[in-house]
């Protein structure tokens, strides 16, 4: 079973900023914090990643919560072509195989 | 970020007939490589675990004997999806993982496989 929960859907305006919330009560120290997107029909996209402290790249922010157990991704103008399932994903330990939630489906309104 | 290639983007086939999909990393060196399968308006699902130069490691439920994979090299490994049938209609994907922490995996554009 994944070890994140995430809200199933979520609206978003254009231009605005998108924060999409998970949980992940149950992480251990070792354990990333990974954030993938799937465009329809496509493969996952690889958006960021974090283990303690927040990070920023080009195309997101990962905020991560002191005791680790939640985080978001913060899509900071969100366009139309950020509309996908965002999956929030904790590894298994040393990199193991990914464990896929249902994700969250943003889709971004003109 | 790195790339990885699918090949064939999609494939018609029939029943009884098989498939090979391959996977290439393009930039990068993966020891490791996973393969998922994903239905209509449904998360992936790993089906295996592709180590370079050792038998993959399949997921409860995953046929082996079926779904045949190879990776012989440390930027390819292949699917094989021997005697098809139309149940094995779906969406499949690749994913290769960098070797050491933070072990994030880089995924494939998937294959559609349509069986007939």
């Known amino acids: 079973d994944a070890k994140t929960t995430q809200p199933t859907s979520m609206d978003c305006a254009e231009g605005r900023a998108a924060n999409l919330p998970c949980n992940h009560s149950t992480i251990s120290g070792n354990e990333y914090v990974y954030w993938y997107r799937q465009i329809h029909s496509q493969g996952p996209q690889y958006i960021i990643h974090?283990?303690?402290n927040n990070e920023t790249n080009e195309m997101a922010s990962l905020i991560i919560t002191e005791d680790r157990k939640s985080s978001t991704l913060i899509l900071p103008h969100a366009t139309l072509r950020d509309t996908a399932v965002y999956y929030c994903i904790v590894s298994q330990p040393y990199g193991q195989n990914f464990v896929f939630g249902p994700g969250t489906r943003l889709s971004v309104l003109p | 970020g790195a790339v990885v290639s699918q090949h064939p983007s999609w494939v018609i086939c029939k029943s009884g007939t098989s498939v090979k999909i391959e996977c290439r990393s393009l930039d990068f060196q993966a020891t490791t490589m996973f393969w998922y399968r994903q239905f209509p308006k449904q998360s992936l699902m790993l089906m295996a675990t592709?180590?370079?130069?050792?038998?993959?490691?399949?997921e409860q439920g995953v046929e082996k004997d079926k779904f045949l994979i190879n990776h012989a090299s440390l930027t390819l490994s292949t699917l094989t999806v021997t005697s098809a049938h139309p149940e094995d209609s779906s969406f499949y994907i690749c994913s290769a993982r960098v070797s050491g922490p933070p072990w994030e995996q880089y995924f494939g554009p998937g294959t559609r496989l349509t069986v007939t």
């Open positions: 592709s180590n370079e130069g050792s038998k993959a490691t399949y």
């Open positions: 974090g283990l303690k």
